[in-house]
């Protein structure tokens, strides 16, 4: 059994910080991309930003230039660095991952249970 787990979320103040992040745990075999999308109220889920294995990562234009996603995959583990946090940044974030849970297997998607990021005015 799989579980991401999220922490980090919080109350900001617009201009502050927060650094979410998201451990994988349970029967891993290895892990593919792991990203982070988040969901407004009233708005459908986006994709935030998205690290592979290696390091590469992408990155929503809204947020280019003020989030870092980086990874430690000894740790199993996905960040999410946050600055200069904006009024519409607000919002659900969730962690996913692509993962195989032994060597025959094939591919799987999860998801964290989510957690709240609220940036006041």
């Known amino acids: 059994q799989v579980q991401l787990v999220e922490s980090g979320g919080g109350l900001v103040q617009a201009g502050g910080s927060l650094r979410l992040s998201c451990a994988a745990s349970?029967?891993?075999?290895?892990?593919?991309?792991m990203n982070w999308y988040r969901q407004a109220p009233g708005k459908q889920r986006e994709l935030v930003a998205a690290v592979t294995t290696g390091g590469s990562a992408n990155y929503a234009g809204s947020v280019k230039g003020r989030f870092t996603i980086y990874r430690d995959n000894a740790k199993n583990t996905v960040y999410l660095q946050m600055n200069s946090l904006k009024p519409e940044d607000t919002g659900v974030y969730y962690c996913y991952a692509v993962i195989r849970v032994n060597s025959v297997s094939s591919y799987s998607h999860y998801w964290g249970q989510g957690t709240q990021v609220t940036v006041s005015s």
């Open positions: 349970g029967s891993i075999f290895s892990i593919n991309v």
